[in-house]
């Protein structure tokens, strides 16, 4: 446990002393911050009062940005040779593997964490709409006055959907890892990285349309991550979500474990 920590502190110290950390994040945080308060049918002219569109748009980002923070986790390591220096070291394949994981995972977190804002911004608006008389448009007053406004927050829902955005970020972080362990190139692992939490998220999806596969969309479409995101962002954290995140998490990271042993060997 103490060699996972070490290694843990060691790749987010390594990430923030690096110019790609601090791009990953300000990217993710413009497009968010856009997306949500800027571009057309965001909520201050639908005077809608809801967090969709953070929850819509932001595994779209994470599949883009994600990879880019993994893409260097192992195959740095194999082009600059230290994997094996890492292996004459007290420290087992499980303990390299989680603290990379365990980091990459933490800097989801801290990349959602200002998004919080949002909510808090939004909850103080929905109490007392005349707020917006300092920054806003009478339009945007009015839309947050109008009959079809809904004065408050339902939290419910956007606490599951901040449970299911980060459980979702932490799979492609596990994603973007094997990947990473697949290949010595940092480009090479990064576009495998894209490609597997696309495929994951959007993929079964996609195949549920299928209409060879009318009878079984349902089950086709919950093999991927989609369904159980939008599941568990009603507000309902079903038993099923929570086995498929863990289980699906729990064997991205045994494969990578296995394609490090065979690499190794």
């Given at each position: ?5 070490t ?11 690096s110019?790609v ?11 968010t911050?856009?997306?949500?308060w ?32 993994t893409m ?28 990379k ?8 977190f ?9 909510w ?12 917006l ?8 007053l ?7 406004y ?9 606490v ?5 955005l ?27 990285g ?44 079903d ?8 289980s ?15 690499k190794?060997?």
């Amino acid at each position: 446990m103490q060699n996972t920590l070490t290694l843990f502190r060691k790749e987010v110290a390594t990430f923030f002393n690096s110019l790609v950390g601090y791009i990953v994040l300000t990217v993710f945080l413009t497009l968010t911050g856009v997306f949500f308060w800027v571009f057309d049918e965001h909520v201050l002219i639908t005077g809608k009062a809801n967090m969709d569109l953070l929850f819509q748009y932001a595994p779209i980002f994470f599949i883009f940005l994600i990879p880019a923070i993994t893409m260097r986790s192992f195959a740095d390591e194999h082009r600059s040779g230290t994997i094996e220096f890492l292996a004459t070291k007290p420290v087992t394949d499980w303990e390299i593997l989680l603290g990379k994981f365990l980091a990459a995972a933490f800097l989801v977190f801290v990349a959602i964490l200002p998004t919080m804002l949002y909510w808090i911004t939004l909850n103080n608006i929905a109490m007392d709409p005349s707020a917006l008389r300092m920054g806003g448009t009478p339009d945007m007053l009015q839309q947050f006055t109008g009959p079809s406004y809904t004065s408050r927050l339902d939290n419910g829902p956007i606490v599951g959907a901040y449970i299911g955005l980060f459980a979702l970020g932490s799979i492609f972080c596990a994603f973007g890892i094997l990947s990473s362990a697949l290949t010595d190139n940092q480009v090479v692992a990064y576009i495998l990285g894209a490609f597997l939490c696309f495929g994951i998220y959007f993929g079964f999806s996609f195949l549920a349309q299928l209409e060879s596969l009318t009878a079984i969309n349902t089950s086709v479409a919950r093999l991927g991550i989609l369904a159980h995101f939008e599941s568990i962002g009603m507000g309902v954290v079903d038993t099923r979500d929570i086995l498929y995140f863990g289980s699906l998490l729990a064997f991205t990271l045994m494969l990578t474990r296995l394609v490090l042993n065979l690499k190794r060997n």
